[in-house]
């Protein structure tokens, strides 16, 4: 049986204990991407949605930054990734985000980035792209390619795209994103 972009998408749709909303009911993380661009616009609406993200003290200890597929910034962000992440070179889209720990709200920074970050994913995903995050890179080289100042700390790379056709997507990138989601059954506990 030949797997199509809607068959993956269908399998993705999780099954719920509860009402959420649309835009987390529909958001996964696809290794096949289309390589039709991302407006720019649309872009400015994913970063604008990182800078009113919440922040402990509103120190916001973050910084992204954005390259577009043919760029020198891509390639350098594309090159630094580990080999099962082969795929997001097809993407049109690498953000690299970064936290900053330089004062002393610094210590919440990952989290803080964390939030961020989930605020650029689903402001995507309102505008119809999809994403997936990556954490095996090598940050060094990427810190030292784009000299990006001391205090960032490159933390992870962020595809962004429409999704791709999977009739046209290599085996290995079919069968990992060919299964269900799951998610533990309990997470929660009434105290």
Not at 1 to 29: E, G, H
Not at 43 to 48: A, F, P, T
Not at 130 to 158: C, G, H, T
Request: net charge positive; aromatic share 12%; glycine share 4%.
């Amino acid at each position: 049986m030949q797997i199509t972009t809607q068959k993956i998408i269908n399998l993705k749709k999780p099954k719920l204990k509860a009402d959420i909303i649309n835009v987390l009911i529909n958001r996964f993380s696809p290794r096949v991407y289309s390589e039709k661009e991302v407006a720019s616009k649309d872009l400015d609406s994913m970063i604008e949605a990182v800078r009113w993200s919440p922040s402990a003290m509103n120190n916001q200890p973050w910084f992204f930054y954005t390259a577009k597929k043919g760029s020198t910034g891509f390639k350098i962000l594309a090159n630094s990734l580990g080999n099962r992440n082969y795929w997001a070179k097809k993407a049109p889209v690498l953000i690299l985000a970064c936290y900053i720990k330089e004062d002393k709200f610094g210590k919440y920074g990952q989290y803080d980035l964390g939030q961020a970050v989930f605020s650029l994913v689903i402001q995507a995903k309102s505008l119809g792209y999809y994403s997936r995050q990556m954490a095996d890179f090598n940050k060094e080289q990427v810190k030292k390619d784009l000299k990006i100042q001391n205090s960032f700390f490159p933390w992870v790379i962020i595809a962004i795209g429409k999704i791709g056709n999977y009739t046209k997507a290599d085996n290995i990138s079919i069968e990992r994103d060919n299964i269900e989601r799951k998610r533990k059954e309990t997470i929660s506990q009434e105290i």
